[in-house]
T-cell receptor
């Protein structure tokens, strides 16, 4: 069964500082990995996804993530955080089949201080 | 705006009652997914429909059921409601090409409060 672990429940970062959110997955085959962001009172928005190919993936809002098979990780990064990046971030793993359900991590809440 | 709409936005009801949540997928999307987000369980996949047929089931209780109609909108029915059913219920849709690589687009959610 697929599963995702986000070790950090809450991260506080200063505006302009870099951000890295950790994600570890467990899956027996090639994973399909996603990062979603949820702003307060909003639905989930896809930041980026990895299906195959280049292991460094660029997403929206200046985010990127790197797939490391040897470490079963898919960490999300942003070089310089903006106050609007304060939100909850979810890593998810999916599988390529006729049922394309996603398994989500518990989420990491990011607080941005001025 | 993802293009996925959900109604109602908020729902307050009592234990033992039955409610229906509605989802309209993005234009052209054939797959609809339902997720439950609660403080203790996080985001949990409930069920998926593809072009009117059930495709996958997750952690969905027997008191819950769903269907996808010919116009591709979907409804999630929750019955004999308990306090623990209070949660945010998300619908997501994707093109749903069998064997393809789909990303899911999420609606804004319906917040259910059971008193």
């Amino acid at each position: 069964a697929q599963s995702v672990t986000q070790p950090d429940i809450h991260i506080t970062v200063s505006e302009g500082a870099s951000l890295e959110l950790r994600c570890n997955y467990s899956y027996g085959a090639t994973p399909y990995l996603f990062w979603y962001v949820q702003s307060p009172g909003q639905g989930l928005q896809l930041l980026l996804k990895y299906f195959s190919g280049d292991t460094l993936v660029q997403g929206i809002k200046g985010f990127e993530a790197e797939f490391k098979r040897s470490q079963s990780s898919f960490n999300l990064r942003k070089p310089s955080v903006h106050w609007s990046d304060a939100a909850e971030y979810f890593c998810a793993v999916g599988r390529l089949s006729n049922d394309y359900k996603l398994s989500f991590g518990a989420g990491t809440t990011v607080t941005v201080r001025a | 705006d993802s293009g996925v709409t959900q109604t109602p936005k908020h729902l307050i009801t009592a234990t033992g009652q039955r409610v229906t949540l509605r989802c309209s997928p993005r234009s052209g999307d054939l797959s609809v997914y339902w997720y439950q987000q609660s403080l203790d369980q996080g985001l949990q996949f409930l069920i998926q429909y593809y072009n009117g047929e059930e495709r996958a089931k997750g952690n969905i209780l027997e008191r819950f059921s769903a269907q996808q109609f010919p116009d591709l909108h979907s409804e999630l029915n929750l019955s004999s409601l308990e306090l623990g059913d209070s949660a945010l219920y998300f619908c997501a849709s994707s093109p749903g090409v069998a064997g393809g690589l789909d990303e899911q687009f999420f609606g804004p959610g319906t917040r259910l409060t059971v008193l």
